[in-house]
């Protein structure tokens, strides 16, 4: 039985167990799919890198897809629940089998809201931290700040070369976002261990710009982007677009029946 107070309806043991529930449920914490991201602004930053470094933080069975890896320096500047905030997605060119996408070693956000969800949804390793992206003068800079250290630093020029949207992928296909969910129960035993993916629908390219990037890595022990050591920069993308967020696919259960 449910009873209204304060304008918010009591849940029932049914819509507990429903998907896309979230407490507190007078203020849930988690959004439900899907929601939108409008006017969002993204550096992408592309660099050469060591394989063996890439394939030390990928989870079996993935396996490393070539040297290059990307980090997204994300202005989220209208995103339905969570308001604007940043975010930085460091990626790495992964395969499973026929599946090849992007797996997410690190992510960043100015937002709890979406710091709770990407671990609790997608299972994304998500931490808590401020990513910028500002122009200054002829020059767009990225940074991503986290106990007060910038850990990473990127810029390209602001706007010389424009380029269409089959071009904002030139090295791997990002889109396929490869995620490893681990969740444990309250003692101790695996609940949820799982390779997850996901890709962004409704996708509006406002603008893209290319150029030469830089990219600077500093040490941090509690976000270790410096494990991907930068041995040559090779571009950098700026685009803006309008996107949303929907379900995604468990694609390797390690708990299933014949894992």
Avoid at 208 to 218: C, F, I, K, Q, S
Avoid at 220 to 242: H, K, S, T
Wanted: glycine content about 8%.
């Amino acid at each position: 039985m449910t009873r209204t107070r304060f304008g918010v309806t009591r849940p029932t043991e049914d819509d507990i167990r429903a998907g896309g529930f979230s407490t507190p449920w007078d203020a849930p914490m988690i959004p439900p799919f899907p929601f939108e991201f409008r006017n969002a602004e993204v550096m992408t930053v592309y660099w050469r890198t060591e394989p063996e470094a890439m394939a030390f933080l990928l989870p079996p069975p993935l396996e490393p897809v070539g040297d290059v890896v990307c980090a997204h320096i994300y202005k989220m500047n209208d995103t339905d629940w969570l308001g604007p905030y940043a975010e930085a997605n460091v990626m790495i060119a992964a395969r499973r089998g026929d599946l090849a996408g992007a797996y997410s070693p690190y992510l960043v956000l100015s937002s709890d809201v979406g710091v709770s969800h990407g671990r609790e949804a997608h299972g994304q390793p998500k931490k808590f931290g401020h990513p910028k992206l500002e122009f200054r003068g002829d020059l767009m800079v990225a940074t991503v700040e986290r106990n007060g250290i910038d850990v990473i630093t990127a810029t390209m020029p602001y706007k010389q070369r424009r380029i269409g949207t089959d071009a904002l992928a030139p090295h791997f296909d990002f889109a396929t976002n490869l995620n490893l969910k681990a969740v444990d129960h309250i003692d101790g035993r695996p609940a949820i261990r799982q390779l997850t993916s996901r890709k962004l629908t409704d996708v509006r390219v406002h603008e893209a710009w290319t150029g030469p990037a830089t990219m600077e890595l500093r040490p941090n022990a509690q976000l270790p982007v410096f494990r991907l050591p930068v041995l040559e920069p090779l571009q950098g993308i700026y685009w803006r677009a309008d996107f949303t967020l929907v379900e995604g696919e468990i694609i390797h259960d390690y708990l299933g029946e014949g894992s």
